[in-house]
């Protein structure tokens, strides 16, 4: 999707409730949004209604939105912040007191973006909530950990844990 | 053909960047996009269609709430102001009786009231009213009044005859008004011994400079109309 795409012209189109200009910024963000909710919730029924109600709040809202340049991110917090809701009651944060995953710090395998999409698929709803926020999405741990209501300790212990299990479950993929 | 070799370093370079780090910052960025199902937007729509607009009723609260407050902060000025207004005076006023005049001490400040007593007294016998005689405690000295003569032509009666006696009705008779004013203070007095005092007219001060004449003849008088023989 081509940010060049999205100009004022249709910003401001959408703003005024152009039903043609809103299915134009939905055909062009559903990809990037959908993904975000589906690698959340792991889901695809769960991850279909929550873009649903995404995409509604997002287009009752738009006029509220004082930066128009940061359309993407603010939809992308959106999005996030209601898959995160969605499955807040599943997640669930193993403790890593007990477990003492096999440290591979000798990682040597190359590796491409399907294999490790599909290697962030098996991980836990706690680790892989955390792995998406901060590495893939770019929040920082202090807002990954409130929009968790976790502690950032916890935060950047469960990205270390996810990141052992995906060096571990990608060498296992490779070798398949 | 030549060959041309590469930088000797550019296989530790390439080394590195099969660091697990540096290759999910590489991924993370092109992840593969997924769809979604192919009947979500009409499901958006008939939501979008359904959904009333958001009416921001924070804003109509808030005023709401800013005219009560004008409403009731002008209410209490208006009752603290009313009540200012209407609050009792610290002198009460009774109008009755007359009560007998009261020789005090202070006999100068009792003489100079008299002058004007006087005149208002001699007033009020020529008014035929019924208010009653002085006592003799007012009348101590008064001064004599120098007024200007007026050039005056005389009267002549000799060829003069009655022609009607105009007399006016006599009025249904009212009881006397009282008009002596007894003021009792139950608070501040500033003296207790100024004798207040009105006999007869509303201004008793400025009887003295009244005349009577033609042009001040009340209703109750007796016209006699005069004709030459």
């Known amino acids: 999707m081509s940010v060049q795409?999205?100009?004022?012209?249709l910003l401001s189109r959408v703003i005024k409730n152009d039903r043609s200009a809103?299915?134009?910024?939905?055909e062009l963000t559903k990809g990037m949004l959908y993904s975000i909710c589906f690698r959340v919730l792991n889901d695809e029924d769960e991850a279909n209604d929550v873009l649903q109600d995404s995409y509604v709040e997002i287009f009752q809202k738009i006029r509220t939105l004082s930066h128009p340049e940061a359309l993407l991110s603010w939809m992308k917090t959106i999005t996030i912040r209601k898959a995160i809701n969605q499955n807040k009651k599943r997640i669930h944060f193993e403790s890593l007191d007990n477990i003492h995953p096999e440290t591979t710090d000798d990682f040597d395998a190359w590796f491409d973006a399907e294999v490790l999409d599909q290697a962030i698929q098996s991980l836990p709803d706690g680790a892989r909530a955390v792995?998406?926020?901060?590495?893939?999405?770019?929040?920082?741990?202090k807002d990954a950990s409130e929009l968790l209501?976790?502690?950032?300790?916890?935060?950047?212990?469960?990205?270390?844990?996810?990141?052992?299990?995906l060096k571990k479950r990608i060498?296992?993929?490779l070798q398949a | 053909m030549k060959e041309y070799s590469p930088k000797s370093d550019l296989w530790r370079k390439i080394q590195q960047q099969k660091n697990f780090d540096s290759q999910l910052k590489t991924h993370t960025t092109n992840l593969p996009e997924r769809v979604p199902n192919k009947d979500i937007w009409s499901a958006i729509e008939s939501e979008l269609d359904h959904t009333t607009p958001v009416i921001p009723?924070?804003?109509?609260?808030?005023?709401?709430?800013?005219?009560?407050?004008?409403?009731?902060?002008?209410g209490v000025a208006y009752l603290q102001f009313a009540e200012k207004d209407s609050a009792p005076k610290l002198t009460t006023e009774v109008i009755g009786e007359s009560p007998d005049a009261i020789v005090t001490e202070q006999t100068p400040q009792i003489q100079k009231e008299a002058v004007e007593e006087e005149a208002v007294h001699s007033e009020v016998k020529r008014r035929t009213t019924n208010v009653p005689t002085q006592k003799d405690a007012f009348k101590t000295t008064h001064l004599p009044i120098l007024t200007p003569m007026l050039d005056l032509p005389d009267l002549n009666f000799e060829n003069l005859q009655v022609a009607e006696i105009i007399i006016p009705p006599l009025p249904e008779p009212i009881a006397p008004a009282t008009?002596?004013?007894?003021?009792?203070?139950?608070?501040l007095q500033e003296d207790k011994n100024k004798l207040r005092t009105t006999f007869g007219a509303s201004d008793p001060e400025n009887i003295t400079n009244q005349q009577i004449?033609?042009?001040?003849q009340t209703p109750r008088s007796i016209k006699i109309k005069l004709k030459r023989q």
């Open chain 1, 5 to 9: 795409k999205l100009d004022a012209d």
């Open chain 1, 131 to 141: 792995f998406l926020l901060t590495t893939v999405e770019g929040y920082p741990h």
């Open chain 2, 213 to 216: 004449g033609r042009a001040d």
């Open chain 2, 179 to 187: 008009l002596h004013n007894v003021q009792i203070s139950w608070g």
């Open chain 1, 22 to 26: 809103q299915f134009r910024l939905f």
């Open chain 1, 171 to 173: 060498t296992k993929l």
């Open chain 2, 57 to 74: 009723i924070w804003k109509y609260g808030l005023a709401a709430a800013s005219i009560v407050l004008v409403l009731l902060i002008s």
């Open chain 1, 149 to 165: 209501g976790i502690s950032e300790s916890t935060s950047k212990s469960q990205l270390h844990y996810a990141k052992t299990l």
